[in-house]
């Protein structure tokens, strides 16, 4: 017999509480009918709702995780798999994805005792239909024997969860993360609800609870967007999420998204050393206090408030001197303690004084440790006690696929990476001070070196530092990208360019000191940021810098091309690990030859110099493999023999290869002409585009059909982005640059 249909729910796609509610309620009762007309009654079976729908959590398209108990009884399984195929079919009918099983509350049990997936399950199991005292039972040994179990199950669940944030990334610092399986997505609240369970640690408190509930809107209106079952938040959805959820833009989104994985992320770091406080209990008859610094000890591996700090009105410098200890002794600080403090600790007086700064310039100091000290005090809200620019940055994200973080998170990142360099600087304090506010323009309308500069002094000034010293943090903030900008994009051969850093620098200090926040700045900011080439081109800028600060004197560096000694025989080609060294006769179109050819090895060029005398030219081009690995050096250099030669067919390999490549831009490509200053005897004009394989071929050959003469490149690569600039010989009027502009563009722009 045919087994009536009950019709599918009609379920909202709004995002929030009310429609989670009003899902979840309408599914309970079309499964509610299913269940009876199946021929479910209230006694000796049950359905039972477990995951999403068992907390009641329904997004748009959530899949249904569905439990059919059975009394165990004598042939009770044969009944409960015929009641159940006639359930299962009616929800698969009406398209919903399905997880299910049909098993007797023991089955259950010892299931959940090798499966912490289903032991996690049951902690959520609800009733939708059936026998309330069959579910009730099972719920209560559920519980009792999570509670049991819990030294056995915590540590696999533990180690399950370690894997699922190796392999998703952390939320807040993901441009397009996992809202569920990332480090503070949603499945880490679940992690926190079952150590609650066990009695290891306290529930979610509110604000974890407020946090789920904005992750839980997120994925609502994602699946709204998307129309399907999805959990990773891509870069075209936000604008529409942005929009369902009533935010501003989507930079909103991922703020909102950032700080609501943080605060979970943060609770499930200290629910976990709960759990290894409760797994290794203190062999001693009392809680030992060990002191640490002036009003700060340890109890049990945190860090505490030693009784007499614990007064009416403490010193505003407190919750700084229990940071700096806590950093320096690498523990934790209670989080009954940070709630103290942010609850009782003052305002920071103006100016500083000098303990509180030193306590700071600690913390700072004090390495890897600092960073969850740091994370742990901006919970509790002291940071902006301390900065109040602070709120402005935290969780801002940056757009940019080369940054790893957000920027607050980088700007401590890049504290703690300058902290290893102190040893390179006179100021190691400064250094620190820098690298924690080096990029706190950023958000704000303008070149955030130079709006950041007036900020970082502002803090820097109210932190008690001296004149002299303000002054140099201004500074250094405005100029943190000079080093790293001039070396990867000018000419390091031209005096003009040794000069213009000297003068912008003024001193062997500051120079120093920009030195290491250019490789700070760098490793904070992620492995794609920084490569030994660049390393080298900044070593190489300093040392000509620091020669003409020390005499004076600007003189021209040698030219790697005009070093290049005359071969027996043309075209010489030499391949060394990271450049080429070409000679061979000039002709139109030689550097556009050779970077094409390296681009079809899967080589990009990273700078090139160039030299041309009596009809030689000579080529040095700095490469690197773009993916990485190994490369075929013998056919690399065949193939530029023949390249320069004009043997090869370069264009059409090219064309060939990026027609089965698809390309996609942000952003038209923009040509910048830099002012006559900017170069000995050559005119500089920069190309900015979305970085796409051949690009720097095209646009030789471009510069080289409009009649221009390459003297020398800086490519600049930053993720998808370049900053390419081309030193053209000669000077260039404005007609001239209208066409040279024009062909450049139409080169670089998308095919």
């Not at 935010?247 to 050393?273: H, P």
């Not at 797994?279 to 009784?307: I, M």
């Not at 091309?561 to 025989?569: D, K, N, T």
């Not at 490509?669 to 071929?697: H, I």
Request: charged share 25%; hydrophobic share 45%; net charge negative.
């Amino acid at each position: 017999m045919t087994q009536p249909s009950a019709p599918a729910p009609v379920l909202s796609t709004g995002a929030g509480a009310d429609a989670r509610a009003e899902r979840s309620a309408a599914i309970d009762e079309w499964l509610s009918k299913i269940f009876s007309e199946a021929g479910g009654g209230t006694s000796g079976s049950a359905l039972v709702a477990v995951g999403g729908l068992g907390r009641r959590e329904c997004a748009p398209r959530s899949d249904l995780d569905l439990v059919l108990l059975h009394d165990g009884g004598a042939g009770a399984q044969a009944a409960a798999d015929e009641l159940g195929s006639r359930i299962w079919y009616q929800v698969w009918d009406a398209k919903f994805a399905l997880d299910h099983s049909t098993r007797s509350p023991e089955q259950a049990l010892a299931l959940a005792r090798e499966d912490l997936k289903v032991a996690l399950g049951l902690l959520d199991a609800r009733l939708i239909a059936g026998d309330e005292a069959l579910l009730a039972r099972l719920h209560a040994d559920a519980v009792a024997q999570w509670r049991r179990e819990a030294r056995h199950l915590l540590p696999g669940l533990r180690t399950l969860t370690t894997q699922r944030w190796n392999a998703h990334g952390e939320l807040a610092f993901l441009l397009e993360g996992d809202v569920k399986e990332s480090r503070g997505g949603l499945r880490d609240f679940g992690v926190l609800r079952g150590i609650g369970f066990a009695g290891v640690a306290d529930g979610p408190r509110p604000a974890v609870r407020g946090a789920h509930r904005t992750l839980l809107d997120v994925r609502d209106a994602l699946h709204a967007v998307r129309g399907r079952r999805v959990d990773r938040l891509l870069a075209q959805d936000r604008d529409e999420v942005a929009e369902l959820l009533d935010l501003g833009d989507r930079d909103d989104v991922l703020r909102r998204i950032a700080e609501a994985a943080r605060t979970i992320a943060y609770a499930s770091d200290d629910a976990w050393r709960a759990v290894d406080r409760w797994s290794a209990p203190s062999s001693r008859g009392h809680e030992e206090r060990r002191p640490l610094a002036r009003d700060v000890v340890e109890q049990r591996g945190e860090v505490v408030l030693a009784r007499a700090a614990v007064t009416p009105r403490p010193d505003p410098a407190l919750p700084l001197r229990v940071a700096a200890a806590a950093a320096r002794a690498d523990l934790p600080i209670a989080h009954a303690t940070l709630e103290w403090l942010g609850g009782f600790a003052g305002p920071m007086p103006r100016p500083w004084p000098a303990p509180a700064r030193d306590a700071l310039l600690t913390l700072l100091g004090s390495g890897p440790s600092m960073i969850s000290v740091w994370e742990a005090c901006d919970r509790y809200g002291l940071v902006v006690n301390w900065l109040p620019e602070w709120a402005r940055v935290r969780s801002l994200p940056q757009h940019n696929p080369v940054h790893l973080y957000t920027v607050d998170r980088h700007l401590v990142e890049t504290a703690r990476q300058a902290a290893r360099l102190t040893r390179d600087v006179d100021r190691p304090d400064l250094l620190v001070l820098c690298g924690l506010l080096h990029d706190i323009g950023k958000g704000l309308p303008g070149d955030h070196s130079i709006v950041g500069a007036p900020i970082a002094a502002a803090a820097a000034e109210r932190l008690g530092l001296s004149p002299t010293d303000v002054a140099q943090v201004e500074k250094v903030v405005r100029l943190h990208l000079l080093l790293p900008d001039t070396a990867t994009r000018r000419d390091l051969s031209d005096p003009q360019t040794i000069a213009t850093v000297a003068g912008a620098v003024g001193d062997p200090s500051t120079l120093s000191l920009l030195h290491a926040l250019a490789r700070a700045d760098a490793a904070a900011t992620g492995p794609a940021a920084w490569s030994e080439w660049k390393g080298r081109l900044i070593a190489e800028l300093v040392h000509h810098v620091e020669r003409a600060l020390d005499t004076g004197v600007v003189a021209a560096p040698p030219s790697p091309a005009a070093e290049l000694p005359v071969p027996s025989r043309l075209p010489s080609v030499h391949l060394d690990i990271d450049s080429v060294a070409v000679t061979a006769n000039d002709r139109r179109g030689l550097l556009a030859a050779v970077a094409g050819c390296l681009s079809l090895h899967r080589l990009d060029v990273v700078t090139a110099d160039t030299v041309t005398v009596d009809g030689l030219a000579r080529m040095v081009c700095a490469v690197q493999p773009r993916y990485g690995g190994d490369i075929d050096r013998e056919a690399v250099v065949s193939d530029l023999r023949r390249a320069v030669t004009g043997d090869l067919p370069v264009a059409e390999r090219l064309a060939a290869r990026e027609r089965s490549t698809r390309r996609s831009t942000t952003a038209p490509p923009r040509v910048v002409w830099q002012p006559p200053s900017a170069a000995t005897d050559a005119t500089v004009l920069e190309l900015r585009a979305t970085d796409t394989p051949g690009l720097l071929f095209r646009v030789a050959s471009a510069l080289g059909d409009v009649g221009a003469d390459v003297r020398s490149a800086r490519i600049s690569t930053l993720g998808g982005e370049v900053v390419d600039a081309f030193y053209l010989a000669g000077t260039w009027d404005t007609d001239a640059r209208v066409r040279v502009e024009a062909a450049v563009l139409r080169a670089a722009a998308p095919s």
